[in-house]
């Protein structure tokens, strides 16, 4: 098992940014795929970005394409999730997940991960 600890969430005004760290424990992070999810106030979980274990390949929503961006240190056991021109519609409580690599499931579903921290608050104001 694995397991995550997120930090860096915080307050920020519109068009500021922030870096989430996801830092992971248990078993070598270098063999998990991960992945972002967030979930704004009163809404459904949704997918932000995601990583294949490699880091090679990476994965965004339409809404931070071009703005997030996912990384990865195995070494570090961290994952990270920079963010930038945040919107108010950003706000939400994100997650990192990590799942098995070569699972084969889709890295844009939340069904697809195992393991999930406790997330961190992400406020934006306008």
């Known amino acids: 098992q694995v397991q995550l600890v997120e930090s860096g969430g915080g307050l920020v005004q519109a068009g500021g940014s922030l870096s989430l760290s996801c830092v992971a424990s248990?078993?070598?992070?270098?063999?998990?795929?991960m992945g972002w999810f967030r979930q704004p106030p009163g809404k459904e979980r949704e997918f932000v970005a995601a990583?294949?274990?490699?880091?090679?390949?990476?994965y965004y929503a339409d809404s931070v394409r071009g703005r997030f961006t996912i990384s990865r240190d195995n070494a570090k056991n961290t994952g990270y999730l920079q963010m930038n021109s945040l919107k108010p519609e950003d706000t939400a409580l994100y997650y990192c997940?990590?799942?098995?690599?070569?699972?084969?499931?889709?890295?844009?579903?939340?069904?697809?991960?195992?393991?999930w921290g406790q997330g961190t608050q992400v406020t934006v104001s306008s």
């Open positions: 997940a990590a799942t098995a690599r070569y699972s084969g499931s889709p890295l844009m579903r939340a069904q697809t991960y195992q393991y």
């Open positions: 248990g078993r070598t992070f270098g063999t998990y795929d």
């Open positions: 990583a294949h274990w490699s880091g090679i390949s990476t």
